[in-house]
């Protein structure tokens, strides 16, 4: 049975920092793309970051220089450093583990049950 479980979410003013964190059982870790999601009302999930069994990694245009993806692959997890958020950054945040071999597919991997982050003006 896959587990995707993240933490780290709250409430935070604008200009400060979050780590979220997820730690996956069940799938081999080091043969997945591990990546963090975000949903806002009204809006569709969007890519926040992703990261390579080897750490390769890229970011959204919104996030670039903001925030870090980091794994640690023998503990299973992954993290997202948050600095400098702003108001529109409010969303859940989802953890994904996608295969190697389905990379380009996040849907076809596995999801976390979504972490709230919310951004105070």
């Known amino acids: 049975q896959v587990q995707l479980v993240e933490s780290g979410g709250g409430l935070v003013q604008a200009g400060g920092s979050l780590r979220l964190s997820c730690t996956a059982s069940?799938?081999?870790?080091?043969?997945?793309?591990m990546g963090w999601y975000r949903q806002a009302p009204g809006k569709q999930r969007e890519l926040v970051a992703r990261i390579t069994p080897g750490s390769s990694s890229n970011y959204a245009e919104s996030v670039q220089g903001r925030f870090t993806i980091s794994r640690d692959n023998g503990k299973s997890t992954i993290y997202l450093q948050m600095n400098s958020l702003k108001p529109e950054d409010t969303a859940v945040y989802y953890c994904?583990?996608?295969?190697?071999?389905?990379?380009?597919?996040?849907?076809?991997?596995?999801w976390g049950q979504g972490t709230q982050v919310t951004v105070a003006s």
């Open positions: 994904n583990a996608v295969h190697l071999r389905t990379a380009h597919y996040p849907n076809l991997g596995y």
């Open positions: 069940g799938i081999i870790f080091s043969d997945n793309v």
